[in-house]
């Protein structure tokens, strides 16, 4: 027997999310062609997927958990040709004269990749707890657990730095 | 209640996590809580998060898992050996232009101005070699002729 297709507003979750998600990919691969392409393939997705009957609990974390899987192929495909781009970000970051800004970097750049990808998807994108453990396939309580450790973890060095400054003061 | 459980909530609450009663509570209490620790654990939630927010949207790639991010001090601490040596090549490329320059100077400065030459010094009479000069041979060449000799 054939799944029945879910009954999902495609058009409405297009609106809702369309913007965010082309944000998403300009963020990480740079270009509007590039991040419009990378949208289209990932409704694409979501549309053969609620085709085949898909239940979508949480669709904006569910399309943030496709276009992940897209935008981690597409950086394998194109590799060569956007390292260059990686560069570049990383001569910015070494320009950034705000000794907090560096310190909180240093501490987010120490974190496991997962750890960082939380913090991203709730800072640079706005996602909830849920939406991100949606795009992620992890529970919300560990995302919670994992973003509130990193938030520790900043606050620490934040505070030893405030502890050093007066010291030196 | 604990420190560690206050800031908890503090951080669900800026991050729009908590259901409308509980953020209308926790806003109550902060509000009133005449506790300056309070207010000052509030603004430390909201300083941190803020310096979170601002270097996640700085830096793009601290959020790309498929990318391995390393700290600045980390990649500084690698660029260390480059640094050494390109110093020691620039510190030989120097020091060598700088002596090429200097002996090419002396150079110039001995072509421009010869030195007087000394004249040369006849083989004082005491020599055994005083006795003798060179004169051509009728049979082609030099010959050693003595001086006090006439024919």
């Known amino acids: 027997m054939k799944p029945k297709p879910a009954n999902v507003d495609l058009e409405q979750i297009f609106r809702e999310c369309g913007n965010d998600l082309s944000a998403y990919f300009a ?30 609990q949480c669709p904006r974390g569910y399309l943030f958990g496709i276009a992940r899987h ?100 | 209640m604990k420190i560690e459980s206050i800031r908890a909530l503090l951080i669900d609450r800026e991050f729009d996590e908590l259901t409308p009663e509980a953020a209308e509570l926790l806003d109550d209490w902060v509000a009133t809580d005449p506790d300056p620790e309070l207010a000052s654990e509030v603004k430390k ?13 700085l830096f793009p790639e601290l959020g790309r898992p498929e990318l391995i991010v390393t700290p600045l001090r980390q990649s500084r601490r690698a660029l260390l050996p480059f640094a050494l040596a390109a110093s020691i090549i620039l ?26 030459l000394k004249p040369i010094q006849p083989a004082t009479p005491s020599s055994p070699w005083a006795q003798y000069k060179l004169a051509s041979s009728p049979e082609g060449g030099l010959m050693a002729v003595r001086n006090d000799l006439k024919n």
Do not use: C
């Open chain 1, 27 to 56: 963020r990480r691969h740079g270009g509007a062609e590039i991040a419009a392409d990378l949208v289209q393939e990932s409704f694409l997705q979501l549309a053969r997927r609620i085709q085949k009957g898909q239940a979508l």
């Open chain 1, 70 to 169: 897209i935008s981690v192929a597409f950086f394998r495909r194109n590799q060569p040709a956007l390292a260059q781009g990686v560069n570049d970000v990383a001569t910015s970051v070494a320009e950034q004269p705000d000794e907090r800004i560096a310190a909180a970097r240093e501490v987010i750049a120490a974190l496991p990749p997962l750890q960082r990808e939380i913090l991203d998807l709730r800072f640079s994108h706005g996602l909830s707890y849920a939406e991100i453990a949606t795009a992620l396939g992890i529970p919300a309580g560990t995302v919670r657990s994992r973003l509130h450790h990193a938030i520790a973890l900043l606050r620490e060095t934040m505070d030893a730095d405030e502890h050093r400054t007066r010291a030196k003061a």
């Open chain 2, 45 to 57: 939630v909201r300083e941190t998060l803020s310096a979170a927010a601002k270097t996640t949207n």
């Open chain 2, 91 to 116: 510190l030989i490329g120097i020091s060598g232009w700088a002596g090429f320059s200097a002996g090419q100077h002396n150079f110039q400065a001995r072509l421009t101005k010869p030195k007087p």
